[in-house]
């Protein structure tokens, strides 16, 4: 597609439960990140994807988040028993091997 | 680790003044990107800077990479309320290519 893709837009779930997120990158972008970012706050890095190397994790809050990124192109971050803090706006970018990040327009998750 | 800090972290000035952020790091980048934010959107790139000492101008927007490549400056002449946002800067390390991110800069600009 034209630019990077994020769904759903909106989520809104209950305290407890499991969420899913989809990230659509560029095409032919090699490199994927996923941040998370609060409200009036900077970027957040969860975890980071480039070829078929080992995913930098390093930036996951907890063992309830975990990413996948499959034949290198989709990709889906997974929170699981979901709780009020996780309530945030997550965003994706993609970008070619050294090149520029390019965003979508994030995923806001609201955990009530 | 590679660490980028901005400041400042939050501006806000009335529109006409002119502004400078910036962006400093002990560690060397490839190079230095910096974005824009609007609310409800993702980032958008502004500009890459690459080589040591270089300038880019983008219309009121002034973009100097240190000689050293370890620190950047974004300088905006007479402000407009059109430019408020979050400003990030991002370096991409040497090794691997990951962009390392600042907190970012919340700029508003009053009329």
């Known amino acids: 597609g034209a630019g990077v893709s994020q769904s759903p837009s909106n989520k809104v779930t209950e305290k407890g439960k499991d969420v899913e997120l989809r990230c659509d990158p560029i095409?032919?972008?090699?490199?994927l990140y996923w941040y998370r970012q609060s409200l009036g706050q900077g970027l957040e890095f969860l975890i980071y994807f480039q070829g078929n190397s080992a995913p930098d994790k390093s930036g996951l809050p907890s063992d309830r988040f975990s990413a996948e990124r499959t034949g290198g192109s989709v990709s889906t971050l997974t929170i699981q028993r979901t709780q009020q803090e996780d309530s945030a706006v997550y965003l994706c970018?993609?970008?070619?091997?050294?090149?520029?990040?390019?965003f979508g327009q994030g995923t806001r998750l609201t955990v009530v | 680790t590679q660490l980028l800090e901005q400041s400042p972290q939050f501006l806000s000035i009335q529109e006409g003044e002119n502004l400078t952020v910036y962006c400093n790091s002990s560690s060397v980048f490839s190079s230095l990107q910096w974005y824009r934010q609007e609310p409800g959107e993702g980032p958008v790139l502004l500009v890459t800077v690459v080589t040591g000492g270089e300038v880019k101008k983008l219309k009121r927007l002034t973009f100097q990479f240190g000689d050293a490549r370890k620190d950047s400056s974004l300088h905006i002449t007479a402000a407009q309320p059109g430019d408020t946002g979050l400003y990030l800067c991002?370096?991409?390390?040497?090794?691997?290519?990951?962009?390392?991110f600042g907190q970012g800069t919340e700029l508003s600009v009053k009329p």
């Open positions: 095409s032919g972008h090699t490199a």
């Open positions: 991002a370096g991409e390390g040497l090794q691997g290519g990951k962009l390392i």
């Open positions: 970018a993609s970008s070619s091997y050294r090149g520029p990040a390019f």
